[in-house]
């Protein structure tokens, strides 16, 4: 696996847990009614995304935190789906809604990849 590539997923996840403290207002948006105690959720996800991307960094936790994130993006999957089917996100066009779907598969393959 070239350093690009590891540095790249790392990046994406240690920014976008960084964001859930400093911009998390995308992220409660977003999520699904029935979840309970969304500030929480939303702050954990992102201690979680922050803790894994950087465990990416180093080969010894490199393979917990892929299989950490891989389970993370599943968790996190209802959030996407809840976005794609709810009426107030009607003003997102529908390919960017529904785009994210398919999205949470790339992302849990280029977490495998490090497993």
Known sequence: MNSLNLYSIAAVYIISGLLHFFRPEPYLHIMPPYIPYHSLMVLL???AELVLGVGLLFP???SLAAWGLILLLIAVFPANVYM????K???I???IRWGRLPLQAVLIWWAWRFT
């Open 93 to 95: 066009p529908a390919w």
């Open 89 to 91: 996100f009607a003003s």
């Open 60 to 62: 010894a936790t490199r």
């Open 45 to 47: 996800s992102g201690v």
């Open 84 to 87: 794609a089917t709810a009426d």
